[in-house]
């Protein structure tokens, strides 16, 4: 139904979607199958500003390549993942920018209270 909505130019497609779901998206992963291993702190930064911080408790691999760097539909709805949707995005558009750094640490609650200190004192609103 959506793409069909979509093919007939009717913006009521939109309505469907999230804030950034038809947004211009790739498919990108981990390039180091070491560090795509461990876990630690994912930041999103772009034309020296922070974009976003993540915690990434299980490994970067699940994050990074199952999670931001593959897009399917079902994530672009209004109940999707937004936040997959904008970082995707964001590499999309600057795919020839390194933009996302990895931070790697082991403790899980040195994650936490690293990203909530990043969160607070540089998006001013913390990041679901």
């Known amino acids: 139904v959506t793409e069909d909505l979509r093919r007939k130019n009717d913006p009521r497609y939109r309505l469907l979607l999230n804030r950034y ?3 211009d998206f790739s498919s990108f992963a981990m390039e180091n199958p070491e560090q795509a291993q461990m876990k630690g702190i994912l930041i999103v930064f772009l ?4 974009c976003h911080v993540a915690a990434c ?3 970067f691999e699940d ?9 399917n539909a079902d994530r672009c709805y209004c109940d999707g993942d937004e936040t997959a949707c904008r970082i ?3 590499v999309t558009a600057f795919r020839d920018t390194p933009v996302i750094w990895i931070h790697e640490l082991e403790d899980d609650h040195a ?9 607070n004192r540089y998006l001013k609103v913390p990041a679901a």
Do not use: E
């Open 21 to 23: 779901g038809d947004a």
């Open 47 to 50: 034309q020296g500003k922070l």
């Open 57 to 59: 408790h299980t490994t």
């Open 63 to 71: 994050l990074v390549d199952h999670t931001f760097g593959n897009i």
């Open 88 to 90: 995707n995005s964001l």
């Open 111 to 119: 994650i936490d209270a690293a990203v909530t200190d990043l969160r």
